[in-house]
């Protein structure tokens, strides 16, 4: 259950504050992507507290403090592990917690994400004094409207969703129109009444055009070729491959909202464009016939 509006996309905020400046903070360009961020047509914008080296909330709080909150727009973020000796417990999720509120100028998050728990096992984050405490303990107070897990592995994502613990799952790369191993995580988190998020509808840049990297990595040869002729169907039915593989994310009734980052002004728009493209339903079988892409993740 996510517990508040979100709209069909929602824009991440992984780039927003880079490059730094020589004392560390947000490039001054960051303020500009920071207010159309805020005021753009998505209702929710996500962020993290190790984004940028937390210079994207910073670059977010300055936009909250001088213009508001856009009425009908929500900012969430995630805890992290220590960036130095990645510890990540109960009382790092807590400081995790009080960096972030303090970035935003916010008292209350209405969703506060798990991210990347890679540092630990998932006995260690459950354990008592470990970071699941410390997320419950801030829903408890208030502090935190709603908690959720955001990784990418699934076998990991998978016992921390069937643990019952959190009430919103955040999936990347791995439910795609390349890769759509994620369908029956997806499914278990609806089963459990979990709101659901997918991130990187793009896989990082090779379904969006930009370059030959699928989730972090170079992509295959073989999955070059099959995006190819990904692209080919796709001209056939005069559309885009970008909008087609947003599509695929946004067509699924089991996702609530779409995460995609942002790095640019312009990027607002080109996604509002994409949104809005109508995909001739005939394609779908046709990308079908082309056979199950060959995926660069293992996991």
Same mark, same amino acid.
């Given at each position: ?12 905020? /992984? ?9 560390? +903070? ?39 403090? /001088? +213009? ?31 960096? /972030?509120?303090?970035?935003?100028? !916010?008292? #209350? ?15 260690? =984050? ?42 919103? !799952?955040?999936?990347?790369? #791995? ?16 089963? !459990? ?12 840049? !090779?379904?969006?055009? #930009? ?8 992509? +295959? =040869? ?15 039915? =005069?559309?885009?491959?970008? =909008?087609?593989?947003?599509?695929? +994310? ?50």
């Amino acid at each position: 259950m996510i517990g508040f509006p979100v709209s069909p996309v929602s824009l991440g905020t /992984s780039f927003l504050g880079n490059p730094a400046q020589p004392d560390g +903070s947000p490039a001054p360009e960051s303020a500009a992507l920071a207010h159309a961020l805020l005021t753009g047509p998505s209702a929710l914008i996500d962020t993290s507290n190790n984004y940028a080296a937390g210079r994207s909330e910073t670059a977010l709080g300055l936009a909250l403090r /001088s +213009s508001g909150l856009p009425q009908g727009r929500t900012v969430v973020t995630k805890v992290d592990a220590d960036p130095e000796t990645g510890r990540f417990d109960r009382d790092r999720v807590w400081r995790s917690f009080e960096e /972030s509120t303090a970035r935003l100028g !916010l008292d #209350r998050l209405p969703l506060l994400h798990l991210h990347d728990p890679y540092t630990i096992t998932v006995e260690e =984050a459950f354990a008592p004094g470990g970071a699941v405490q410390g997320l419950r303990e801030l829903k408890e107070q208030g502090l935190a409207g709603a908690i959720g897990v955001a990784a990418g592995e699934i076998g990991l994502m998978t016992r921390y969703v069937t643990s019952g613990a959190f009430d919103v !799952l955040l999936t990347h790369n #791995r439910y795609t129109l390349v890769d759509r191993r994620a369908e029956p995580l997806i499914a278990s988190a609806v089963a !459990l009444g979990m709101g659901v998020f997918n991130a990187a509808p793009f896989g990082g840049g !090779l379904l969006a055009g #930009r370059d030959t990297r699928y989730a972090y990595r170079e992509a +295959s =040869a073989e999955l070059l070729a099959w995006v190819d002729r990904a692209r080919a169907v796709c001209a056939d039915f =005069a559309v885009s491959l970008p =909008a087609v593989a947003l599509h695929f +994310s946004l067509r699924n009734p089991d996702i609530d909202s779409t995460i995609v980052g942002v790095n640019r002004i312009e990027r607002i728009a080109d996604l509002e464009t994409m949104r809005t493209t109508p995909i001739p339903a005939e394609l779908w079988p046709a990308l079908d016939a082309l056979g199950t892409p060959p995926s660069t993740i293992e996991d």
